[in-house]
């Protein structure tokens, strides 16, 4: 019998990861979706669309994590033995304009999930989707599971309440719940609203000739990017474990938005400081100056390291934007 995984957060950039990984390990995987008014499953239409797939079973259910009467009735009606709770408010600068939602959605709505567990009474694995954002302001570098915490937004804010209350109820009811504390990881299928994406789309279009700036805000600010691809198999693996524990998850690299920038315009042959421009619409009221993780508990204990390199990352991304953009203007074929 194939093991049943449910994913909230399954429209995003890590729900189509995971469902991907979880098809291939042979899952049944049901994704919880809030209803649109337009089309959101760009990401996933090739896990239920695709007839030929043999192996392929993505169900989407109607919920929302803001609705725990859907929680309830989805984990019981489908038992699933690993819930991965992905969904969030996930934009940083956005959560200042809309903190009540984000913590709503980010804090609360992990403890209607764990609260769904313990009311159903089934045996499952919890994964919670924590972030280095709740380092924040930390002057500790490189940051581990020991690291303590400096939210400096209220999107950060909300993780944190959502990491304790995942460790709470591992402690209070014995569930199998873990935290992985993932720093930021990108790829092809990022938002486009985040500034990796913005950097490599926004390049695409200004080296086909339809977009002439790009405008940006703290350009000085440190991440340590990886890739979603490796990230959402550190989710697995944690759930694979004996005992449930919290784990850092990250490449142990940093690198200014700056060198982004320079790495990816280099990469097409372009000088950036032509093309970028600053807006101080991008600040935020408190940023995060530089995040760079020690992951060499997950490295040990899950045996997970990180394959993709930042260059590697870069060349993707712009490669696949470039791709994007061509088929936007010349269609399928990307014919110029
Ligand atoms: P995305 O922003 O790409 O996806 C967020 C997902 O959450 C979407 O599927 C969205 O659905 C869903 N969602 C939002 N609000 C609700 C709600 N009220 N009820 C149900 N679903 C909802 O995020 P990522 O894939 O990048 O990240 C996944 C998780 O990991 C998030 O929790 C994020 O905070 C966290 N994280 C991400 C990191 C990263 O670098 N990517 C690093 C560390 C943590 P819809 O399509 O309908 O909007
Ligand atoms: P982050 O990612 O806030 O780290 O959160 P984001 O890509 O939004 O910002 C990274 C850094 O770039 C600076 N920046 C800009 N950011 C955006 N979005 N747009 C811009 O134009 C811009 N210019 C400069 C930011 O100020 C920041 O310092 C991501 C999200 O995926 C979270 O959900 C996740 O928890 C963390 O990563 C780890």
């Keep these: 019998m194939a093991k049943v995984a449910l994913i909230t957060g399954i429209t995003g950039q890590d729900g189509s990861y995971l469902s991907e990984l979880l098809f291939k390990k042979g899952y049944e995987v049901y994704g919880l979706i809030r209803r649109a008014s337009t089309f959101n499953t760009k990401r996933i239409d090739h896990l239920y669309r695709d007839p030929h797939e043999q192996n392929v079973h993505l169900k989407l259910v109607y919920g929302d994590l803001n609705d725990a009467s859907s929680l309830n009735r989805i984990i019981k009606t489908i038992k699933p033995e690993e819930i991965y709770n992905l969904a969030a408010q996930s934009h940083v600068r956005v959560s200042f304009d809309i903190p009540e939602y984000t913590s709503e959605i980010g804090a609360l709505g992990a403890t209607r999930l764990l609260e769904a567990i313990r009311d159903s009474g089934i045996k499952t694995k919890y994964y919670q989707a924590s972030s280095s954002e709740m380092f924040g302001n930390s002057k500790d570098f490189p940051q581990n599971e020991k690291t303590p915490f400096y939210p400096r937004s209220p999107y950060a804010v909300s993780k944190v309440y959502a990491y304790w209350i995942t460790v ?22 990022r938002g486009e609203t985040f500034v990796t994406r913005k950097i490599t789309l926004g390049l695409a279009r200004i080296k086909h000739g339809v977009q002439k700036k790009l405008f940006l805000g703290n350009l000085d600010a440190k991440r340590d990017w990886g890739f979603a691809g490796d990230y959402v198999e550190a989710m697995w693996l944690m759930l694979q474990q004996k005992k449930a524990d919290d784990f850092v998850v990250a490449t142990g690299e940093t690198h200014s938005v700056k060198e982004f920038l ?41 045996n997970w390291k990180p394959k993709v390199k930042f260059k590697d990352l870069v060349k993707m991304m712009v490669d696949s934007d470039m791709d994007l953009v061509k088929k936007e203007l010349y269609g399928e074929k990307g014919r110029k």
Excluded at 171 to 182: D, H, P, R, V, W
Aim: with cysteine; proline share 3%.
């Design 168 to 189: 709470n109820y591992r402690e209070a009811y014995n569930i199998f719940a873990c935290n992985g504390i993932l720093f930021n990881h990108e790829s092809p299928r």
């Design 262 to 302: 320079a790495e990816a315009f280099g990469y097409a042959g372009l000088d950036w400081k032509k093309f970028v421009e600053i807006d101080k619409r991008y600040f935020r009221p408190t940023e995060v100056d530089c995040l760079i993780g020690d992951s060499s508990k997950a490295r040990k204990s899950l």
